[in-house]
């Protein structure tokens, strides 16, 4: 400790001695209950601290883990024949890889979506 710490140690050890000397005994009497009420009160919130902590950064931990694990990517395959069926069967919808396709048709997607809409009611009346 520097010496400035001791001056501010010593002077704040008289200026306690002082107040404490300056307290009535009725005054007294309530801090002393206080500090007895305080200090047998049940220590369920420490235990609780002591078991919740650990738990909390066991799960803290897991969570980063899943977050962060991935399975080991081998060689891309071929989708499954089931949604290669689906992509066959189904001539309407959006190529599942933006990549591959023409950036234009991504421009005028409400074009589409109504075009779609029409289409489909001029078939229902189509076939009545």
């Given amino acids: 400790m520097s010496q400035h710490d001791h001056e501010l140690e010593r002077r704040a050890r008289e200026l306690y001695l002082r107040a404490s000397r ?18 047998s009160a049940p220590a369920h919130h420490s235990t609780a601290r002591r078991v919740l902590i650990p738990a909390s950064a066991f799960a803290v931990v897991a969570l980063a883990t899943l977050m962060v694990w991935q399975p080991l990517g081998g060689p891309s395959s071929a989708p499954p024949a089931a949604m290669q ?23 005028d997607l409400q074009f589409y979506s109504w075009l779609a809409y029409n289409d489909t009611g001029s078939q229902a009346r189509n076939d009545k």
């Fill in 85 to 107: 069926a689906a992509d066959v069967t189904d001539p309407t919808d959006l190529p599942p890889d933006a990549d591959n396709t023409d950036p234009a048709l991504y421009q």
């Fill in 22 to 39: 300056d307290v009535d005994p009725a005054m007294a009497g309530r801090l002393r209950a206080a500090r007895r009420t305080a200090l």
